[in-house]
């Protein structure tokens, strides 16, 4: 299939033995920058999808329809493998499902589904987690709905932080038993917690944003967690970049003294400008 080769290099991090950060990505633009660093693997997370379709904060309010359509745009752009946050998998098991054969379509090469409940509850203000049956029963329809075996599928808790990690674990040991691929952990900030995993557990596991006691790559990848999200600095980064642009030339800053601008060189090989001039020669007889 045409995403095979991704999908086993995102296989192959999992089965390695260390922990890799990978990068925060959310656009054409920005996973062709991060493939063309060397990052061996990009993360689309829920919230900067919603800011790079909507420009709407995390609450739930992208379609899966825009995050398929999303994720079809960067997978055309670069070959790196990219893990897609599928948020709750927009609804129940049968929801679900579809999430997993738009996504697998699109060209994710591996994607999270979570337990929390989504959307928040009325009058709720702390996340809640749906039961632990309703959980397993997601992780199965997504299995099922799996068409290409070399697609990822990651099982994520937020109990940790919600809970307890007594019922982290308990989830965990739930879900791996289905047959899912990985496990992904948000909350877990003690190597006590990260311990009590992995003894509990055999997959490979995936951390949120893990606690700065726990932050040291080589420690991480001796406990068995082979991807490390460290936030998303990137799309902060770059509305940081646009707004002081912005307000430059709001306020009449010649061309010539705009900080920060990307060269031309920078930008020809973000745009693959050789490629497309090539094919306008061979294509279009355009010298």
């Known amino acids: 299939m045409a995403w095979r080769t991704r999908r086993e290099a ?3 991090i999992l089965s390695g033995d260390r922990c890799v ?17 060397g990052f ?17 904060p995390d609450l739930t309010l ?19 493998p990219v893990l897609i946050d599928a948020d709750h998998g927009y609804g129940n098991a049968l929801n679900v499902r579809r999430t997993v054969e738009e996504l697998d379509a699109a060209g994710a090469a591996g994607l999270t589904i ?16 749906i039961s632990l049956e309703e959980g397993v029963g ?31 674990v308990a989830r965990a040991q739930a879900y791996e038993a289905t047959g899912i691929d990985a496990l992904f952990f948000t909350g877990i900030k003690t190597s006590a917690d990260l311990e009590a995993i992995v003894a509990a557990t055999r997959l490979p596991i995936v951390l949120g944003s893990p606690g700065d006691d726990i932050s040291d ?3 991480l990848g001796r406990h068995r967690v082979r991807i490390a999200v460290q936030g998303h600095a990137p799309i902060a980064a770059a509305i940081e970049a646009i707004h002081q642009t912005l ?19 920078l930008m020809g090989n973000v745009s693959r400008s050789k490629t497309f001039s090539r094919r306008a020669a061979d294509f279009l007889g355009l010298k």
């Not at 990505?25 to 493939?35: F, G, M, N, T, W």
């Not at 329809?65 to 079809?72: P, S």
């Not at 979570?114 to 987690?129: H, I, R, S, V, Y």
Request: net charge negative; no cysteine; proline share 6%.
């Open 10 to 12: 995102l296989r192959s």
């Open 21 to 37: 950060r990978p990068a925060s990505v959310h656009d054409a633009l920005s996973i062709r920058i991060a493939e063309d660093i």
């Open 40 to 56: 061996p693997v990009g993360m689309l997370g829920g919230s900067v999808a919603s800011l790079a379709v909507l420009g709407d």
């Open 62 to 80: 992208i379609t899966l329809t825009e995050l398929a359509e999303q994720v079809r745009r960067m997978a055309r752009a670069a070959a790196l």
């Open 114 to 129: 979570e337990d929390t409940l989504l959307p928040q509850a009325f009058g709720e203000a702390k996340p809640q987690l």
């Open 138 to 168: 997601k992780m199965k329809a997504a299995l099922d709905a799996r068409r290409d075996p070399s697609l990822v599928l990651i099982g994520r808790t937020g109990a940790a932080s919600v809970t307890s990690i007594a019922d982290a």
């Open 217 to 219: 790559g080589e420690y």
């Open 247 to 265: 307000q430059a030339i709001y306020e009449d800053t010649p061309p010539k003294q705009l900080k920060n601008i990307a060269s031309s060189e």
